[in-house]
């Protein structure tokens, strides 16, 4: 039956009962002239009749979520797609999926991200994928409750399962985004001098040196850099961002709407574009526009390969993404409008504020600011 979340009040003024309640987006008024418990169970009656006007009750909610999860097979990423399977499977399956969709209410929804933010997983057996930090990160339960918030709209709206719309749901108070680890200036001024790496026991050149340089030193995401062409660089040193390759390999146009972008290298880029270019064609390789201009396969091998190269040159462990949050700290001097377009983020991203339309010869200005910050802490 329809879930209310209030009950009739009796109005004094009007002599009447009241109730308010909404569904779908549209709101309405019951009303009850009967005085006593009477006039306000039929008052509440009338509002549930309209609440449950449609919904097809009685169904489980682990059926719900397997058609759910196909629609989200049919419509988005593979990546995605596990995303959206991993959240079902180790968070709202385990704690709802045996519950029909009409009994569950808002406190069951709040009940799965309060414990999961202290417990992680619910999926027994699951020491393997068990979360290696506890409690979860603010941004892990904010996947969880968007997925939630998603699956229960889409019960409500595609299939009429429910009448339930959790507008309400919080994350715990105590949740925090967890802190990410940057190239120092030590480790940064090695990246900048050393081009070498252990193979086989042998110090040997590293072929991936100028994608780790790059990507430092753009902001790049690594599924960017793999994304990217000889043909989307051009002659005046602006890079067009059109594509992104995720890691299972699929093609997409980014993380979001901005991740399309264009921006200028600044001195270092521009440094490590040219001598990529170069190792191209000493290698024979056919340099069309079409070319994948850093000649990786896929993103296990580049984060392999990255690793191999931190241990060759006593480098502390970082990830691929974290060479764009070292990019990110050392631009956080920088003013947020020249920020944000490098590194593909919104106007309402926590980067530094938001940011206008570029000027002529700005890009220019930007490249210029992030070489000297570079070189600033290169030459400590």
Request: glycine share 8%; net charge positive.
């Amino acid at each position: 039956m329809g879930k209310r979340i209030n009950t009739a009040v009796w109005s004094e003024k009007y002599k009447r009962w009241q109730i308010n309640v909404q569904k779908d987006g549209q709101r309405r008024s019951f009303y009850s002239s009967t005085r006593g418990r009477t006039g306000q169970r039929e008052c509440n009656a009338k509002a549930d009749a309209w609440l449950d006007d449609g919904v097809v009750a009685g169904q489980r909610v682990s059926k719900l979520w397997e058609k759910y999860l196909q629609r989200c097979k049919n419509t988005t990423s593979l990546s995605n797609y596990k995303n959206v399977a991993g959240i079902g499977e180790n968070y709202i399956l385990p704690k709802i999926g045996h519950l029909k969709i009409d009994r569950i209410t808002e406190g069951n929804l709040q009940n799965i991200i309060d414990d999961a933010y202290k417990h992680g997983s619910f999926k027994k057996d699951n020491t393997q994928h068990r979360p290696k930090q506890l409690p979860l990160s603010r941004k892990t339960l904010m996947k969880i409750k968007s997925e939630i918030v998603s699956f229960i709209k889409w019960c409500r709206v595609k299939e009429r399962a429910t009448s339930l719309n959790p507008e309400s749901l919080t994350i715990p108070d105590g949740a925090r985004y967890k802190g990410k680890t940057i190239l120092q200036p030590d480790s940064l001024s090695k990246l900048f001098s050393i081009d070498t790496t252990i193979q086989n026991h042998q110090r040997v050149f590293d072929q991936y040196i100028y994608a780790y340089r790059f990507q430092v030193s753009s902001g790049l995401r690594p599924g960017e850099l793999l994304g990217l062409r000889i043909g989307d660089i051009q002659s005046n040193g602006t890079i067009q961002i059109r594509r992104s390759i995720n890691a299972q390999g699929e093609e997409t146009q980014g993380k979001n709407q901005n991740a399309i972008r264009a921006f200028t290298m600044n001195p270092l880029s521009q440094q490590a574009y040219e001598q990529q270019l170069a190792l191209l064609k000493k290698s024979g390789i056919d340099c069309t526009d079409e070319t994948p201009f850093f000649q990786i396969t896929n993103q296990h091998t580049y984060l392999h390969r990255w690793s191999r190269y931190q241990e060759a040159n006593d480098i502390p462990h970082i990830s691929l993404y974290e060479l764009r949050h070292t990019f990110v700290s050392i631009a956080k001097h920088l003013p947020a409008g020249m920020v944000k377009p490098l590194v593909g983020h919104s106007q309402d991203m926590d980067t530094f504020g938001q940011y206008g339309h570029e000027l002529t010869g700005e890009s220019q200005e930007i490249a210029r600011a992030v070489g000297t910050l570079f070189q600033t802490l290169l030459e400590k």
